[in-house]
């Protein structure tokens, strides 16, 4: 069965940072593309960054790029989320995902049903 299981999620300052993980099990993890999206109360799921199978190659959504950086370890099973500079509007619950489709163009790489599984999600919240 797969699952993904986030973590590093909690309170900072406005300015400070946070790395989030993603723990995959239950399915080949190298053989996916992963993502990460995020989610405030009353909005659907907006996307936020992705990686290649590999980690050769990443995206980010332009609210976040220069500030987050995504990775991952396949020998691990893991993906990470690195947050710097962070502001108030990062708040969200953030969600890992693995990516279903073939290519990573960018209408289906932030397309949330491009992505098969899902994780439960972990809130960050950014005080100003």
């Known amino acids: 069965q797969a699952q993904l299981v986030e973590s590093g999620g909690g309170l900072v300052q406005a300015g400070g940072s946070l790395r989030l993980s993603c723990a995959a099990s239950?399915?080949?993890?190298?053989?996916?593309?992963m993502g990460w999206f995020r989610q405030t109360p009353g909005q659907g799921r907006v996307y936020v960054a992705h990686?290649?199978?590999?980690?050769?190659?990443?995206y980010y959504s332009d609210s976040v790029k220069g500030r987050f950086t995504i990775s991952r370890d396949n020998a691990n099973n893991m993906m990470y989320l690195q947050m710097n500079s962070l502001k108030p509007e990062d708040t969200a619950v953030y969600y890992c995902a693995a990516y279903a489709q073939y290519g990573s163009s960018l209408l289906s790489r932030s397309n949330q049903n491009s992505y098969r599984y899902w994780g439960q999600g972990t809130q960050v919240t950014v005080s100003s």
């Open positions: 990686i290649s199978r590999g980690g050769g190659n990443t």
């Open positions: 239950g399915f080949t993890f190298s053989n996916y593309a």
